[in-house]
């Protein structure tokens, strides 16, 4: 059975940092695609950022280029989420995501975290 728990969130004011974790079990991160996600209340999942085989191949929303930075620990079976110079924007549930290719689109992910909050003030 796959599971994702994120840690990391929080609040921080713009301009600030913060680094997400997302540990996996019964899924090998570094042999597929894993994902950061987020969602704001009224609005659609947005895909924010990608990695595949072990973080070889990566993708980026282009709000985040730039500031963002996914990365994989192979050893621990664990991604994350590097966010800098964050601004109020960036306040979301962020949620980590498994699936089989590269993609930022929410319907290429089988398996989904819990969530954890950002917010940006």
């Known amino acids: 059975q796959v599971q994702l728990v994120e840690s990391g969130g929080g609040s921080v004011q713009a301009g600030g940092s913060l680094r997400l974790s997302c540990a996996a079990s019964g899924y090998t991160v570094s042999s597929y695609c894993m994902a950061w996600f987020r969602q704001v209340p009224g609005r659609e999942r947005e895909g924010v950022a990608s990695?595949?085989?072990?973080?070889?191949?990566?993708s980026y929303a282009d709000s985040v280029k730039g500031r963002f930075t996914i990365s994989q620990d192979n050893a621990k079976n664990s991604v994350y989420l590097q966010m800098n110079s964050l601004k109020p924007e960036d306040t979301a549930m962020y949620y980590c995501?498994?699936?089989?290719?590269?993609?930022?689109?929410?319907?290429?992910?089988?398996?989904w975290g819990q969530g954890t909050q950002v917010t940006v003030s």
């Open positions: 995501a498994a699936g089989w290719r590269l993609s930022l689109e929410s319907g290429a992910f089988d398996y």
């Open positions: 990695a595949y085989a072990g973080g070889r191949t990566t």
